[in-house]
């Protein structure tokens, strides 16, 4: 680790996600273009860096949330195609279509608003089945007749996101196949054929080829997580969370260790600080639970995380001020991986990677920033 008083840092490996973005993309095919979801920091990884990495390199759009973390790519200069698809029906559409955000559409309320704002480009998204966001499906086809009719809108894309694609398997991806090109069918009768149809994810990438269409959109994949348990698409993950030892104190056996005292020595061992806690997004739960790498050798994680620090219990490790501590990495040199920490915290890989917070420094390498 580098820099006067750093204590902690998360390291991106943007040479990693360069790779994912060409092999998702070389997944999907000649036909269809590939979108990298850069929303929530692009996963935690750094939306600026991760953007500017990706575009040329088999991505041609960018996916985000909200209107805000659009204009934030448009005003850091970054041109290309951008889709935001989460709001509230009163938003600031008139910005958004100004700075050349396409917007995406699920209820009726939203393509008045969007419509009486200016001339936007539009996604429609109907629900096909994981009833979350998305047009219910009986309300359909008055949608894309209202679309169609619409002065001010271009519908560019009609799309969807698929419930279960991580679940090898599982008949609902086909259900849901089938109710997208009924969707596409009963938009096609109301006078719209969309330039781009889009209903894969990271699983749909690597796993169901029939779903990729004209746009695929490329999340946990991008940053280097296999999304399907049990198919090895080749991915590399590309963030590090590491840290350096603050305070390292030999105590003897029978010494309760953090609030409470959950966790006692069994024999005299070497405690050593780590300046990172759960407000930097170190789970509560691998408390007593998780582990980390100090001098290549795994070490648990010694009684309850705190809010800016955690107690790893080193046993005879000879650790002195300022050794480093791994608290998850690509796992190639046997440190954990973000999934075991995901396993280990009852969550998934997105919540670790989107939890780690401000106060840890992102820096990057293996491609320019």
Do not use: C
Not at 232 to 260: D, E, F, H, I, W
Not at 310 to 318: E, I, K, T
Request: net charge negative; hydrophobic share 45%; aromatic share 6%.
């Amino acid at each position: 680790m580098a820099g006067v008083g750093l204590v902690a840092e998360a390291v991106v490996d943007l040479g990693a996600v360069v790779h994912n973005a060409r092999l998702l993309a070389g997944l999907a095919g000649p036909r269809a273009r590939t979108m990298a979801v850069v929303k929530a920091n692009a996963f935690g990884h750094g939306v600026l860096p991760v953007a500017r990495a990706v575009l040329g390199n088999g991505v041609s759009w960018l996916g985000v949330t909200s209107i805000t973390e659009g204009l934030e790519l448009r005003e850091a200069g970054i041109d290309a195609p951008v889709l935001a698809w989460l709001y509230g029906h009163d938003d600031d559409f008139a910005t958004a279509i100004r700075n050349d955000i396409d917007l995406s559409v699920s209820t009726a309320e939203h393509l008045e608003a969007i419509a009486a704002a200016g001339a936007a480009r539009v996604h429609l998204k109907v629900d096909t089945g994981l009833t979350r966001n998305g047009v219910q499906w009986e309300e359909w086809p008055a949608l894309v007749k209202a679309a169609a009719l619409a002065r001010n809108v271009t519908v560019r894309g009609i799309w969807s996101h698929l419930a279960s694609a991580d679940d090898p398997g599982n008949p609902s991806v086909g259900q849901q196949i089938e109710r997208f090109e009924e969707a596409l069918d009963i938009a096609r009768k109301a006078g719209i054929e969309p330039e781009l149809r889009h209903l894969a994810n990271s699983a749909g990438i690597v796993d169901h080829p029939a779903t990729h269409y004209d746009l695929v959109r490329a999340g946990l994949a991008l940053y280097g997580v296999e999304p399907v348990p049990g198919v090895t698409a080749g991915l590399r993950r590309a963030m590090t969370l590491r840290a350096r030892a603050v305070n390292v104190k030999r105590v003897p056996p029978g010494t309760g260790v953090s609030y409470l005292h959950q966790y006692v020595t069994g024999t005299a061992a070497t405690m050593v600080l780590v300046p990172v806690g759960y407000a930097d997004g170190v789970p509560r739960l691998l408390s007593n639970r998780g582990e980390v790498s100090v001098h290549g050798e795994r070490r648990p994680i010694a009684g309850r995380v705190a809010m800016d620090q955690f107690v790893v219990d080193a046993g005879d490790l000879p650790v002195a001020l300022g050794d480093e501590v791994t608290l998850f990495g690509d796992g190639s040199a046997g440190e954990p991986t973000v999934e075991e920490w995901a396993a280990w915290a009852q969550t998934n890989p997105h919540e670790i990677l989107t939890g780690i917070g401000a106060r840890v420094p992102r820096t990057y390498w293996g491609a320019t920033a």
